[in-house]
């Protein structure tokens, strides 16, 4: 309808033929939303677009669903995304001293990308194993009970894989 | 209308059944205190200060969202209650910042008529306000989001009332904020600069640009010559700032105050509506039997509908009046009718325009042809809030002031020029003008009651001679999708269009309840404001555009006929299809 042309981003087979066959149904956004996200590794601003125009919803109500779950990332995240838990048990076990060491470190704050786009810090609600807090996830790895002293260790191992 | 018993603080009290128990005890004059809630908007329940006790329930409920039931028993006022009403009250604040001396809504602000209500004397709670920049990208509205309480008031207002979705809550908890879609500046979303957002405001975070200061220096500058015109809402409403009933017509004190700041000449848009109406009703008149365009004719003068239509519907462009609005059409004739007559150079001219609403201040510089006088044809424009502080801070004392009469040669203005301040008014004059050139002949009664009130969508069919013209008018922006959709529909299917002539106005009543409209409108400030404009066309003796002395005047002696080379180049523009989101 409006002039704006589809907005310039690709968008894979897959995702399209998702898209497609949840056009219709309702509470598709967070479906959709994941699904670019799986693809992209967060949720740029152009497929934002494009899924606004697709579905004929309003950008602003994506930007609204996208920004109030914390899983959603409209930038993108490093290479290998720390995430730290913040539940109550890892919390108490003292969570925030390792973000603040992961800050120090790697010298960005949180949902900061590292210059050479490496590494991201971000913060995340209870991962599922409490009993070994403080927990830290990088990728696919769990690491439990973890110490500051473990963190240049474990950053190494990460570091131009 | 069904009802329900209930008991409001003891008190039987017999209410309209599906009614929130806030209506039923308001009715029943128990004041309840509100903060997010406004009557325009369906409850948002968001900020928690009407909570109210139901004998029985362990829980307290939010008056403005919870509807009353059979034998209810309500309680609106006890220690405990305000007790938990103050603690909401004093949690906002320490998010608030604490300028009210230098906030523009100082005097005019909800929290802090509330704070005062509540007697509050001091924040028991850590001040935590949000470090946030001031979003100045747009020309008409400023966005300051230190001052948001987050009551979502504007964000409503934007996606339900006017279904633009240029503001939308970004985050959650207490990291939420209000922002433009997409989170990017104002002046990158799809805003139509309606300033509806800033009419319902409770506080100072969203509000026009203020250009009051502009007039100020113009009317000190030696050498120009101040031209002001007003328009038609803002004639019944300006009044209500200085304590008088919303409605009261007050065009003779408004004249009267604009000469005490020292403005040189006294205009009044109500002329340029009759102008436009000649225009504009030739236009229809030649589509509708000579065929020389789009059928049917959509109305142009409100700058927000058609920001609105170039973003949402630009297939619909040759559609449009090609008839500027009256403010525009003023605005070139001050700078060329009115300098040859009163002889002035037209470069020391300072054109300026009182208006209901925000989107005009955009609409003054929204394409080339807002300079067709070879200047700017309206220099710049302040919103009826903006006089209204300018006149107070001069120190003029409003309603005393006597009436004055509006300047020659472009100041007269027919009763069907001041209608225009209502939703259905352009159609109204439109139609009375019409009549006229189709037959020759006047309309034997010239109100036409089916394009009047408040119903979102009016639809009519007004009989020209044998000949059924079907007109719609919409207002309130929310209203107006399903309208093109009729219209486009029955394009594409190749049938009759459903109708010959549209009326939008973007705001809810039309432009006297415009984003630049005095604080507190509500439907029934809305009401008599239209009474006001009524009675103004009742009162006046000539009732057609056409019958306008001043009208007849300018075409005999500079635009020739309506429509003509002249007209064209000054009274008439151009639209383009604009992108929604300009990042």
Known sequence: MSVNAIADIEFSSELTDFITEWKEKPGNLIMILHKVQQEFGF???????????LLDVPLAKIYGVATFYHFF??????????????????????????????????????????DDGEFSIETVRCVGCCGLAPVMVVGDEVFGKVEKQQLPEIIAKFRNR | MSTVNIKINGIPAEVEAGSTILTAARKAGFKIPTLCYHPDLPAWASCGICVVKIEGSPKMLRACAATVSEGMSVITQDPEIHEIRKTVLELILSTHPNDC????????????????????????????????PRDESSCSIVFNPQKCIKCG????????????????????????????????????????????????????????????????????????????????????????????????????????????????????????????????????VSRLTKGTGAIPLITSC??????????????????????KSPMMMQGAVTKTYYAQKAN??????????????????????????????????VDFVLTTRELARLIKAQGIEFTKLPDEKADS???????????FGNTGG?????????????????????????????????????????TEVRVAVAHGMANVRDLMKEVQQAREEGKEPPYHFIEVMACRGGCIAGGGQPYFTTDEVRRKRVEGIYKDDEASTVRCSHENPEIIEIYKDFLGSPNSHTAHQYLHTEYVPRPLYRK
């Open chain 2, 409 to 419: 040669p472009i100041g007269m203005y027919s009763g069907a020029g001041t209608i």
């Open chain 2, 344 to 377: 002035i150079d037209p470069a020391k001219i300072c054109s300026v325009a009182i208006m209901p609403c925000t989107a005009k201040k955009y609409e003054t510089r929204r394409s080339d042809n807002m300079q067709s006088s070879g200047y700017n044809d």
């Open chain 2, 302 to 323: 409100c700058p927000a509908w058609t920001d609105y239509m170039e973003k949402y519907f630009p297939d619909m462009i040759p559609h449009f009046s090609t008839a």
């Open chain 2, 101 to 132: 001396l230098q906030c523009l809504r100082n005097g005019q602000c909800e929290l802090q008529t509330m704070a005062a209500d509540f007697g509050i004397r001091e924040v028991p709670f850590e001040a935590r306000v949000q470090e946030i």
């Open chain 1, 43 to 53: 949720i740029p601003r152009e497929a934002a677009m494009k899924v606004s125009e």
């Open chain 1, 73 to 114: 990332k409209l930038k993108k995240p490093g290479k290998h995304n720390i995430q730290v838990c913040m539940g109550t048990a890892c919390y108490l076990k003292g969570g925030q001293d390792l973000v603040e060491e992961l800050q120090s470190l790697l010298g960005v704050e949180l949902e900061e990308v590292t």
């Open chain 2, 153 to 284: 008031r504007c964000v409503n207002v934007c996606q339900q009332l006017q279904d633009v979705w240029a503001l939308e809550f970004i985050g959650r908890g207490d990291g939420t904020r209000m922002a433009g879609a997409g989170d990017v500046v104002l002046n990158e979303t799809p805003c139509i600069k309606c300033g509806q957002c800033s009419a319902h405001c409770p506080v100072g975070a969203i509000y026009e640009v203020d250009e009051t200061h502009k007039l100020l220096e113009a009317i000190h500058t030696p050498d120009l010559h101040v031209a002001v015109q007003i328009a038609p809402a803002v004639r019944v409403a300006i009044g209500e700032a200085f304590g008088m009933e919303p409605g009261e017509i007050t065009t003779g004190k408004i004249y009267a105050a604009l000469r005490r700041l020292g403005v040189d000449a006294v205009f009044d848009t109500n002329f340029a509506a009759d102008l436009t109406i000649m225009e504009e009703g030739t236009e229809f």
């Open chain 2, 426 to 466: 352009v159609m109204e004059a439109a139609i009375r003008t019409a009549y006229n050139l189709i037959t020759g002949k006047n309309l034997e009664k010239v109100e036409v009651d089916a394009v009047r009130g408040m119903e979102g969508v009016k639809r009519g069919a007004i009989n020209v001679d044998g």
